[in-house]
């Protein structure tokens, strides 16, 4: 049972477009959220984060917003580059820290 | 550099047999992580030890194993391995439970 979801497993945008990763949790006690950013054959690198007390953290081209109702983040990248293509991971902290199953961005020139 | 080492970086196993991958990190962080990458699901906790001394178990922990003797190792033991527990293994750390934490390169296992 999965507490962490990222529904779409892949994504398209092109070059200077907005690109809008979603995350949906089922965990009430999350109160910290995370993104990461995974090329092929290496570790996931961290990207952003937001506590619970906030519903929106930026830095530079990439902003999380969080709705606590609605148990839902999302990543939005603006403007998108090809530098970007790359499979983005939501993770949450409870008691540990738990990760959906990704989204493959894809950003085309 | 100050990092996170994942050793081996890949290995075959035969069925039935007891593996160790090894993970350590020389930032002094507290907490630590073991997650097995699988196409479609994503990164799944197998263990987890949020300081020395201690270990929890995360979503998918039979069949496997760990200890926190110190704060830098965090060893992952596959006791008699199956082919399900072919994958990529992910060691992570982080300063503690609240903050970003920082993963190793993986070690892809295969068991035949």
């Known amino acids: 049972d999965q507490q962490v979801k990222q529904n779409s497993p892949s994504l398209s945008v092109q070059e200077g477009r907005i690109s809008i990763l979603n995350c949906d949790y089922t965990n009430s006690m999350f109160d910290y959220f995370l993104w990461y950013k995974k090329y092929p054959a290496e570790g996931p690198t961290f990207l952003i984060s937001i506590s619970s007390i906030k519903d929106k953290n930026e830095d530079g081209r990439f902003t999380v917003f969080l709705n606590k109702s609605a148990k839902h983040l999302s990543l939005h990248i603006v403007p998108s580059q090809p530098g970007d293509s790359a499979v983005y991971f939501c993770a949450a902290y409870g008691n540990d820290m738990r990760f959906g199953a990704g989204t493959r961005l894809t950003v085309k020139p | 550099i100050a990092g996170i080492t994942q050793a081996p970086t890949s290995q075959i196993l035969a069925a039935g047999r007891r593996m160790t991958l090894r993970c350590t990190q020389d930032?002094?962080?507290?907490?630590m992580y073991w997650y097995r990458q699988d196409l479609g699901l994503g990164l799944r906790l197998i263990h987890y030890?949020?300081?020395?001394?201690?270990?929890g178990k995360g979503e998918v922990p039979d069949g496997y194993s760990v200890s926190r003797a110190n704060t830098d190792d965090f060893p992952l033991t596959l006791a008699s391995a199956v082919p399900s527990q072919t994958s990529v293994y992910f060691c992570a750390s982080s300063r503690d439970s609240r903050t970003e934490a920082f993963f190793g390169q993986g070690t892809r296992l295969t068991v035949v």
């Open positions: 930032m002094r962080h507290n907490a």
């Open positions: 030890s949020n300081t020395a001394g201690t270990t």
